[in-house]
């Protein structure tokens, strides 16, 4: 059974950093391209980051280039997360999810490719 787990979540002040993770299980993570979204109270899920299965190929929202990067330990079966700069429009629950992709540099910005999904991490930057 494939399970994402996330974590390193939390409340962060304006300018402030954190690095989400994403663990997974019961699969080969290196099989996998994964991509974060989020979704603030009263809006839809948008996307944030995502990599390709060998790390290679990255690619970002517009509102978070710049500031958060996203990379993947496929040794450790884990993705990240690395969110800087963070200011209070970022606040919302961030969602791991992967999808077995058979070519190693592609990745998907749409929430629709995406087979497995988290439960998701509360991240809350205050003003």
């Known amino acids: 059974q494939v399970q994402l787990v996330e974590s390193g979540g939390g409340l962060v002040q304006t300018g402030g950093s954190l690095r989400l993770s994403c663990a997974a299980s019961?699969?080969?993570?290196?099989?996998?391209?994964t991509g974060w979204f989020r979704q603030a109270p009263g809006k839809e899920r948008e996307f944030v980051a995502t990599?390709?299965?060998?790390?290679?190929?990255?690619y970002y929202a517009d509102s978070v280039k710049g500031r958060f990067t996203i990379s993947r330990d496929n040794a450790k079966n884990a993705v990240y997360l690395q969110m800087n700069s963070l200011k209070p429009e970022d606040t919302a629950v961030y969602y791991c999810?992967?999808?077995?992709?058979?070519?190693?540099?592609?990745?998907?910005?749409?929430?629709?490719?995406?087979?497995?999904w988290g439960q998701g991490t509360q991240v809350t930057v205050s003003s």
């Open positions: 999810a992967g999808v077995s992709e058979y070519r190693s540099g592609v990745y998907y910005s749409s929430a629709d490719r995406y087979t497995y």
């Open positions: 019961g699969v080969t993570f290196s099989r996998f391209a």
């Open positions: 990599i390709s299965r060998n790390g290679d190929n990255t």
